[in-house]
């Protein structure tokens, strides 16, 4: 069989590779600007399983070549950052030395209401739904309302004064403030998958999810209506285009994990490389193949791509470069890529998809890549090595 003899010669290369050295390039010195990252667990990267190799500061501060300064504080509410701003000598100095300074603060503020009005974790207690009466689950949803409703209206009174304080400490740094997301905000297939088996939690799930959207966006128009700010507008990344609804909290978050304890609305890696290039778009995005994002981005593999929305892949696009052929993102195009191009060709025909940084090795743009991308891979690498300066 065709697919065979490819999956042999594949084999085959990949064996005689084992023995060539792998170089990566990495971005050269730039001039130094300061970054400063302030807010809470979000931007410190926890998780309940660990912290994130890397956050979205550390995505941009390598992406810019910033010196970053990350003062998040793991728990912290927006009440807590307005005094740290007002009285922390080391915060206040670092605000008054950045350059570029990101915010993300106030989903504390409204999980801990929400926690604390139902009296447990807000994701245990819409797993509980299933046993609750009608008339026990409207009195969760009046009591969450309540809760969210006044933490929006302490929003209203502590980001403009938040944002007054960092002016007043430094009118130059550009300022940027994050939208909250909701982490309930899953795709209609994730939502069905989840609440298949239990009409009360479906209903229930539906109710919540709707509550917090309400109230994540009331806060989040007071984080909007920020003068000289720039927004980064995490709950519109987290959500799809046509119903914020919908979204992909169980993409970029691990709220969805198999077991209770892993359950998490704190940013996976995923999540962090998206928030970091919604930054990028403000900051002025400019592809590249050498930085911390696309080293991340080229690590995916058939399953990660598969998983990510388009959404978030037209994000990648625009921030990673990738040079035709090189489908290992190491900064050459040799035998290596070769053998994965055939990798990938075999993957697609078997109904899979290939990892992400290879989508743009469509060699000859026929819309596939198959045996004859691997050819031309395998050409150029030859042509190179004689001396020429290569067929892509």
């Known amino acids: 069989m065709k697919i065979n003899k490819i999956i042999s010669a594949a084999a085959a290369i990949a064996v005689s590779l084992s023995m060539l050295p792998v170089f990566t390039i990495f971005a050269a010195d ?16 926890y998780g309940v399983t660990g912290y994130v190799a890397n956050s ?18 793991n728990g912290f509410t927006a009440t807590e950052l307005l005094d740290s701003v007002k009285n922390n000598a080391e915060v206040r100095a670092s605000v008054s030395n950045a350059d570029v300074i990101m915010v993300s603060i106030g989903g504390n503020d409204l999980m801990h209401a929400a ?34 409703d006044a933490e929006v209206t302490v929003g209203k009174d502590v980001f403009p004064k938040l944002n007054a304080e960092l002016n007043k400490l430094n009118s130059n740094a550009t300022v940027i403030f994050q939208t909250v997301y909701n982490p309930l905000v899953i795709s209609q297939a994730e939502f069905d998958a989840l609440t298949k088996d239990n009409p009360n939690y479906k209903s229930g799930y539906n109710v919540f999810r ?10 989040n128009s007071t984080i909007r209506a920020l003068s000289g700010v720039k927004i980064l ?6 959500t799809t285009d046509k119903d914020d609804a919908l979204g992909y909290a169980g993409v970029y978050t691990n709220i969805l994990a198999p077991k209770n304890d892993d359950k998490d609305f704190h940013p996976n890696r995923l999540g962090h490389m998206i928030i970091a290039m919604e930054a990028m778009k403000i900051l002025g995005v400019k592809k590249s193949n050498t930085s911390l994002l696309y080293r991340a981005y080229a690590e995916f593999n058939f399953s990660d791509l598969a998983a990510i929305p388009d959404k978030g892949q037209t994000l990648f696009a625009a921030s990673v470069q990738v040079t035709k052929g090189d489908f290992n993102g190491d900064g050459t195009t040799d035998a290596v890529d070769a053998s994965l191009a055939l990798v990938c060709y075999v993957a697609i025909q078997a109904g899979g998809k290939v990892p992400a940084v290879a989508c743009v090795n469509d060699t000859d743009a026929n819309g596939v890549i ?21 067929t892509l």
């Open 115 to 148: 926690d604390n009005a139902l009296g447990g974790n807000i994701f245990q207690v819409a797993k509980e739904l299933q046993n609750k009466t009608l008339a026990q689950v409207a009195s969760d949803v009046t009591k969450i309302s309540k809760a969210l």
């Open 56 to 73: 979205y500061g550390d995505y941009v501060a390598d992406f810019y070549g910033y010196n970053l300064t990350n003062l998040a504080k």
């Open 210 to 219: 709707g509550v917090f959207n309400d109230n994540i966006k009331n806060y």
């Open 30 to 45: 730039k001039a130094k600007k300061d970054l400063l990252v302030l807010g809470d667990s979000i931007s410190t990267g």
């Open 233 to 238: 507008d995490t709950f519109k990344a987290f």
């Open 370 to 390: 198959d045996a004859i991308d691997a050819s031309a891979v395998l050409a150029h690498f030859a042509d190179v090595q004689t001396g020429g300066k290569g």
